[in-house]
């Protein structure tokens, strides 16, 4: 079993909708959750983290995390065309485990 | 200002060939991390330094070999290169272990 799964792409919405990215881990003890977004050719760049369970809003992102459920999600509100890019779940446990990546497309 | 740098940012080399690469942050960072993003975009972790000791040491042919001459900087020197040895290369870097890292531009190391 993968360490962080995240949802297949790619995710294709039209300008201003609401995209949504899920995350799930497997190691419980995990205690800090972040997503990175990486633009094609470009280096990996924290967008959210978020260490409790809940809600955490950040402009129009929103990170979601549920310990019990080993789930970690980002909501990204009112879509633009340049949030298109690939969005990296990772978890931290002793070192940090990232997902695949979701690749993300927002249609203008 | 650069918060984390790496060069060079291009590496194109011969197979058998031995290279290194360099990063350095300036941002007053304990711990520094090398990544390898392979051409499936996978990020997997190498090794990780905290003040200047190894920490994390992955799953990595020796052939690869990580030098912390002090916190600020962290280089990874890499022998007999291979062709699987192709990918980008990220440094990254956080004030303490399990805190938020921030990633260098990337080097993209082509070995033919």
């Known amino acids: 079993q993968k360490e962080v799964e995240q949802n297949s792409g790619p995710l294709s919405v039209p300008e201003g909708a609401i995209a949504s990215l899920n995350c799930t881990y497997s190691?419980?003890?995990?205690?800090?959750f972040f997503w990175y977004r990486q633009y094609s050719g470009k280096s990996p760049e924290l967008i959210m983290s978020?260490?409790?369970?809940g809600d955490k809003e950040d402009g129009r992102f929103t990170a979601q995390l549920n310990k019990a459920s080993q789930y970690v999600s980002l909501l990204i509100r009112d879509s633009q065309p340049s949030d298109s890019a690939t969005y990296l779940c990772?978890?931290?446990?002793?070192?940090?485990?990232f997902g695949a990546g979701t690749t993300v497309t927002v249609r203008a | 200002d650069t918060a984390v740098s790496q060069t060079p940012k291009y590496l194109v080399t011969q197979m058998g060939n031995d290279k290194s690469i360099k990063c350095e942050q300036n941002l007053g960072h304990d711990t520094m991390y090398w990544y390898k993003q392979d051409s499936k975009k996978f990020l997997k972790i190498m090794f990780s330094?905290?003040?200047?000791?190894?920490?994390i040491n992955e799953t990595v042919p020796n052939r690869f070999s990580p030098k912390s001459p002090d916190k600020a900087h962290l280089n990874l020197h890499i022998n007999s290169l291979e062709l699987g040895d192709s990918a980008v290369y990220f440094c990254?870097?956080?004030?303490?272990?399990?805190?938020?890292?921030?990633f260098g531009p990337g080097t993209r190391l082509t070995v033919l």
């Open positions: 190691d419980r003890g995990s205690q800090s």
């Open positions: 990772a978890v931290d446990d002793y070192k940090l485990s």
């Open positions: 978020i260490y409790s369970n």
């Open positions: 330094y905290n003040n200047k000791e190894l920490i």
């Open positions: 990254a870097s956080s004030q303490d272990e399990g805190n938020e890292q921030f």
